[in-house]
């Protein structure tokens, strides 16, 4: 038996807060309920986030939904979109606006996804 004291690992399951953004020369943490939407163009997705910041990473929506996985009110909307759920502010005919970044920003959305969203709210509890 040697001197050394045995160690005791507890295994708890801890709900991440934040995502790290590799960017170049080092990497980012965000915290998940400071996104307001997410916008996918080709192999690039930009970040909006509160206080009219925004970061443009060199990944595809796809992959930004993957990395997304853990937070069920980061829900992606469309070829283009994430949308949080927790920071839309109002959803009228054709677009929803989101508080928490500086502008009141608003994004144009088809009838079919505005649905998807509303049926999102109605499920996702706060």
């Given at each position: 038996m040697s001197g050394r004291p045995k160690r005791l690992y507890l295994s708890l399951e801890i709900e991440p807060k934040k995502i790290r953004f590799n960017l170049q020369g080092g990497f980012e943490l965000i915290s998940a309920s400071d996104i307001c939407f997410c916008k996918g163009d080709g192999n690039y997705t930009t970040i909006y986030l509160k206080g009219d910041k925004k970061i443009v990473m060199t990944k595809k929506i796809k992959e930004m939904n993957l990395k997304f996985a853990?937070?069920?009110?980061?829900?992606?909307?469309?070829?283009?979109?994430?949308?949080?759920?927790?920071?839309?502010?109002?959803?009228?005919?054709?677009?929803?606006?989101?508080?928490?970044?500086?502008?009141?920003?608003?994004?144009?959305?088809?009838?079919?996804?505005?649905?998807?969203?509303?049926?999102?709210?109605l499920w996702y509890s706060y």
């Open positions: 853990p937070f069920p009110f980061l829900v992606r909307v469309g070829k283009s979109f994430i949308v949080n759920l927790e920071n839309i502010l109002k959803v009228d005919e054709s677009s929803v606006s989101f508080c928490g970044y500086d502008k009141l920003t608003r994004i144009e959305l088809s009838q079919i996804y505005l649905k998807r969203i509303k049926e999102q709210m």
